[in-house]
């Protein structure tokens, strides 16, 4: 009996052991889909033109309001159909050992995946980019009926334009994403 045991154990540890395939919510942990989503929702719509006008309109703090509540409401609805096409992504795109590995290791085996990203990018793009334009118009036009309201006449142009312009020299940021201020800073324009 000892010798079945012993010829077992020997056998086991002389066979590499076969990578787990790992489970959705350890995948969802490295790749982390809702930043990615948050993250490119907001460069989408902070790129988009209508929002510097609807910014110039209502001012920031109710600028950042409105979107933080529609970009919110966005995700929530959206983000279940953007996991399961991450998901897909990297089952599809990187080796079943590499990504047991990776999620493994935690955080740190995002470094793992690097030369992957731009595949699982592209498939993404592919298989997200329509979702993604469809949340980002969700967002905006939440934000467009909000500014809808606002009486263009009643607005001092050029303290709103300072107010926007200050916001933005002092942090670079507007509704606290980075980058937003790219498109908003040149609200001179609207006049």
Known sequence: MIRTVLIALTASLAVPA???????????????????????????????RSMAIHAFLLGIDPTCKVYASAADKSVAKHLPLWNTNVLRAYRQIVPAETLAQAVAEGPAGRNRLNEYLPQIGAMMEQS????????????LRE?????????????????????????????????????????????????
């Not at 997200?128 to 967002?139: N, P, T």
């Open 18 to 48: 076969i990578a787990q395939t790992p489970s959705d919510e350890a995948i969802i942990k490295i790749a982390l889909p809702k930043e990615q989503l948050v993250g490119m929702l907001a460069d989408v719509v902070f790129k988009d």
């Open 128 to 139: 997200s980019g329509g979702l993604l334009k469809l949340s980002a118009a969700e967002v």
């Open 143 to 191: 934000i467009g009926s909000a500014a809808a309201d606002v009486n263009p006449a009643k607005i001092d142009q050029k303290a709103r334009i300072a107010e926007l312009q200050e916001q933005i020299a002092k942090t670079g940021k507007l509704c606290g994403v980075i980058n937003a201020a790219d498109n908003i800073a040149n609200t001179e324009s609207l006049n």
